[in-house]
């Protein structure tokens, strides 16, 4: 706290982000990083974009990415919008499309981001409750509202709502815009993109940190009508020309260009997560039928923070929030075969000493 702080920054509670430990040796299962390394022809098409052009600016409209992502899609450039990590989108996307008079509804367990950037731009929002079993309940969500959002599959708990459901959801809502944080859409779920021309109140937000192995890069883009993605320019170009740099749109044109490598390391995490749930739940744990690349699990024999603490003391970061309805889970990122057997081998230590 210091006196030269404006009254926003005095308020803020920031998001605090999973720790990115410098201990060498940890088995680093807290922040949904992909196991894998991104495709070599990501590397490569970085390698080949560092030289002397890095005096000049990148392209402010990273066009050749948007390309890349619309082809990949069947949409048109215009229907793309890129940023800084998805995080960056959706800061913009709550406030260009979210902050109206009535609130913002999302789920009461949902990505703990949501409400920060409600803070930092003053947004009346309101938590909508998800069901006993976890999930996300759309009749729920008829009531006045000024906007929409919450990850599908949704974070922390995995749980992948159907298809179905979200275009009942826009139908019920066509007077404000339903934001999908399509995350972790690549682990098994069905993206609502191939809703969007049926559709003009639907964004669909995506990442390349998760499925393409690429949190390091920070590339995220939200795609949808027109007028929703010019929305997003009006406010990105009032805050940051260039937030994509020339070796980020370079890694990222790559990235989706290689189809083969991302299916492949999509695939390897879905059976490493499937061999994992079924290894846990011989252990006792009730896990939440996860479509991403993480698991959300409880052990009705011993306290979620302490399980936590014990796998840390022999070297494992998962993650636990301190927070109601949730506080006894851990967020188990999906490893390596090798890594998983590490953490299986830990927690029937810990559980059977
Ligand atoms: C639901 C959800 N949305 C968005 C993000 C942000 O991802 P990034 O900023 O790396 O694209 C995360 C990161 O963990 C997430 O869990």
Redesign the pocket.
């Known amino acids: 706290m210091s006196k030269y702080w404006s009254t926003v920054v005095r308020d803020l509670t920031p998001y605090v982000p999973g720790e990115q430990p410098k201990l060498a040796n940890l088995i680093k299962l807290n922040?949904?990083e992909n196991p894998y390394g991104p495709s070599p022809r990501v590397l490569e098409a970085i390698e080949h974009e560092t030289s002397e052009t890095l005096r000049l600016y990148p392209d402010p409209n990273a066009m050749r990415l948007k390309e890349a992502i619309a082809g990949y899609h069947g949409l048109s450039p215009q229907q793309v919008f890129v940023g800084n990590?998805?995080?960056?989108?959706?800061a913009h996307v709550f406030l260009a499309l979210l902050k109206h008079e009535r609130p913002v509804l999302f789920p009461d367990i949902s990505?703990s981001?949501y409400p920060v950037y409600c803070a930092l731009y003053g947004i009346n929002h309101r938590a909508v409750p998800l069901t006993e079993s976890f999930a996300i309940a759309v009749d729920d969500y008829r009531q006045a509202n000024g906007g929409i959002i919450f990850?599908n599959p949704n974070?922390p708990t995995g749980c992948l709502l159907p298809l179905a459901e979200i275009e009942r959801l826009l139908k019920d809502n066509e007077e404000s815009v339903v934001v999908i944080?399509e995350?972790?859409i690549d682990f098994g779920g069905e993206s609502a993109i191939s809703l969007i021309d049926r559709h003009p109140n639907l964004l669909v937000?995506q990442?390349?940190?998760?499925s393409r192995a690429l949190?390091g890069l920070?590339?995220?883009f939200a795609v949808g009508n027109a007028a929703l993605i010019e929305a997003l320019e009006r406010v990105k170009n009032s805050f940051n020309s260039y937030p994509l740099d020339r070796l980020a749109i370079a890694g990222a044109v790559a990235a989706i260009a290689d189809r083969e490598y991302f299916e492949q390391i999509c695939q390897a995490v879905i059976d490493s997560r499937e061999a994992l749930i079924r290894s846990l739940v011989e252990l006792g744990f009730r896990v939440l039928p996860s479509k991403a690349n993480f698991v959300f699990a409880r052990h009705p024999a011993m306290d979620g923070a302490e399980l936590a603490r014990s796998l840390r003391d022999r070297g494992i970061i998962v993650r636990h929030f301190k927070l109601a309805r949730i506080d006894q889970f851990l967020r188990i990122t999906v490893g390596t075969d090798m890594q998983c057997d590490v953490l299986l081998a830990a927690l029937r230590e810990i559980l059977h000493p």
């Open positions: 922040t949904n990590g998805s995080d960056e989108v959706l990505y981001f990850p974070a944080d995350a972790y937000v990442t390349l940190s998760k949190a920070r590339v995220g």
